[in-house]
Structure formats: C-alpha cells, structure tokens
C-alpha cells in the first residue's frame, strides 16, 4: 500500500504555469499513476496516467499539461502550461497496483493523494 503526499498548486492567472508533484511512500515505477481533478458540484474527471513509459491525457489538457515521473524520488509530477479557467479544480494524484484499460475511472485506482487546489483566474 502505497501511501500519496501532494504539492504545489496555487492561485494562477490564464496562461501561466504550474507543477504539482505527488510524492510516494514507496517505489511507484510499475505502479498505474494518474492526475484526476474536481470541479465543485462536478464529478471527479481524468486529467493524465502514466503506467512505465505510456501516458495518456484528456482532451482537454493534451497538448497542454505533461505528466512525469522521477522513479528515484518516488515522485509524480504534472506540469501545467497554458493554464485556462476551466482548468480550475482540486487535483489529485491516484495509485494502482497495475495496468488497467480503465484508466480513466477513479474507481480503478486505490490509494489517493489528498488533493490540492489549483485556481485560474482570466
């Protein structure tokens, strides 16, 4: 059981940057690692996964947002460009054990970060 540490975040104006990073309490590099984020009143949604060197993103940020990992510091990271509005959220990193198809289901994951807040302002 691998237990998640969040990071960074903050209030932004529209097209700055930001880096959340995710720490893990253990090795994480075979581990399923995503970034989903939640919009009050809205239902928690995919934002990026990485599973050993696979990634995958949301429409919405592809292009945008890159996720990361350092294996030797048991990090995640996921750098965000070109920030917009509707990228406001509370963002979390989740864990799973292995690959899975549904990698953009929150339930697929088990352990989760405690989320952390990013804000964008126009």
């Known amino acids: 059981q691998v237990r998640l540490v969040q990071s960074g975040g903050g209030s932004v104006q529209s097209g700055d940057s930001i880096t959340l990073a995710c720490a893990a309490s253990?090795?994480?590099?075979?581990?399923?690692m995503a970034w989903f984020r939640q919009a009050p009143g809205k239902e928690r949604e995919f934002v990026s996964s990485m599973h050993w060197i696979r990634t995958a993103y949301a429409d919405s940020v592809k292009g945008r947002f890159i996720i990361a990992r350092d294996n030797a510091a048991k990090t995640l990271y996921l750098e965000m460009n070109s920030l917009k509005p509707e990228d406001t959220g509370k963002y979390f990193c989740a864990a799973a054990p292995q690959y899975s198809e549904d990698y953009q289901i929150p339930a697929t994951y088990q352990e989760w970060g405690q989320g952390t807040q990013v804000t964008v302002s126009s």
């Open positions: 253990d090795k994480i590099s075979t581990y399923l």
